[in-house]
């Protein structure tokens, strides 16, 4: 069974820096891609970044040379460093996973198994 459990999650001031953390389990597939989305309230979930079984890394025009998504292979952890906070980031991150070919920030609902959520709150 797969299983996906977030950490990491809190509350900054603009300008500062978290970093998330994804303890996987449950899965021996090779082909995968796996990342993080975000949904605040009263808007739709929306990718961030992911990262492709091959270190291939896509990320949201939104976060670029803001956040640095990373994976320990050994340990099977997803990070996500969040540095330059701003408040718009304010929001529920959920890291997810789904496994083949496919891989990319534009559709979460492609994306087969979700963490619970962690909270990032960024006040100004």
């Known amino acids: 069974q797969v299983q996906l459990v977030e950490s990491g999650g809190g509350s900054v001031q603009a300008g500062g820096s978290l970093r998330l953390s994804c303890a996987t389990s449950g899965y021996n597939n090779r082909r995968y891609c796996m990342g993080w989305f975000r949904q605040a309230p009263g808007k739709e979930r929306e990718g961030v970044a992911v990262i492709r079984s091959d270190g291939l890394t896509i990320y949201a025009d939104s976060v670029k040379g803001r956040f640095t998504i990373s994976e320990d292979n050994a340990e099977k952890i997803l990070y996500l460093q969040l540095n330059s906070l701003k408040p718009e980031d304010t929001a529920m991150y959920y890291c997810?996973?789904?496994?083949?070919?496919?891989?990319?920030?534009?559709?979460?609902?492609?994306?087969?198994?979700w963490g619970q959520g962690t909270q990032v709150t960024v006040s100004s």
């Open positions: 997810a996973i789904r496994f083949g070919p496919w891989c990319g920030v534009e559709i979460p609902a492609n994306y087969e198994y």
